[in-house]
């Protein structure tokens, strides 16, 4: 059976910081691959993302160019209305049983997975790996409100539901980059080299992206 990994976001841009999670979360697992799946619309974020879904797209295209440990999936950039974590699972589970799925979440996304859509549906359907940095331990039944709370029992290692679905946690690299602060870089004309890479650098600057990012200064 295929082990693969899910790890959404916005990628507004792509970053290394992202890459390198990414790369920590398929060898951590022993994956088959991680699919890299940039938010169409995300229900969870007040604002939109800065980047259009095709450019955002095509940079995550760029930056895993030649790691066949990393995929990049447009299932949500295609779908219409909200990109619900659940039916991601369901489309990408729908006609192949020979998948088991690990969904990667950082750990201020998993705070408020008991307000997501269908909460207790996304944990029946996948095992769940919230994200850490070095230093920073989580509760990781805390946040998990109402009927989920009986959801899971604590074995070694992490916790298990009935349906042998696991919630886990893995510390991986703490790099201090976030794309809201790149976009902030390049709206006052600093440079991003080094935050992220050199193929998306070059997409950014032909493209002209974030030079008019909102409250930048």
């Not at 709206?187 to 998306?200: A, E, F, K, Q, T």
Request: net charge negative; charged share 25%; glycine share 10%.
């Amino acid at each position: 059976m295929k082990r693969i990994g899910i790890f959404g976001g916005t990628f507004d841009p792509v970053h290394l910081g992202h890459l390198r999670v990414a790369q920590e979360f398929a060898e951590g697992f022993a994956l088959d691959r991680v699919l890299m799946i940039p938010a169409g619309l995300p229900p969870h974020r007040v604002e939109l993302p800065s980047a259009c879904a095709e450019d955002r797209l095509e940079m995550l295209r760029l930056a895993v160019a030649g790691n066949p440990e990393l995929e990049v999936s447009d299932i949500e950039i295609n779908r219409t209305g909200p990109s619900f974590t659940l039916e991601t699972l369901l489309d990408l589970q729908a006609g192949d049983e020979d998948k088991q799925f690990y969904l990667a979440l950082g750990a201020d996304a998993y705070r408020d997975i008991s307000k997501w859509h269908r909460p207790l549906e996304v944990l029946q359907n996948t095992h769940v790996v919230v994200l850490t940095r070095p230093g920073f331990d989580t509760d990781l039944l805390e946040p998990l409100t109402g009927e989920l709370k009986g959801f899971y029992k604590e074995v070694e290692g992490g916790f298990v539901s009935s349906s042998g679905m696991t919630l886990t946690g893995l510390t991986v690299s703490g790099l201090d980059i976030s794309g809201s602060r790149i976009r902030v870089l390049v709206s006052r004309g600093n440079s991003i080299r080094y935050l992220v890479p050199d193929c998306v650098l070059e997409y950014i600057q032909q493209k002209g992206l974030y030079l008019h990012e909102k409250d930048a200064r």
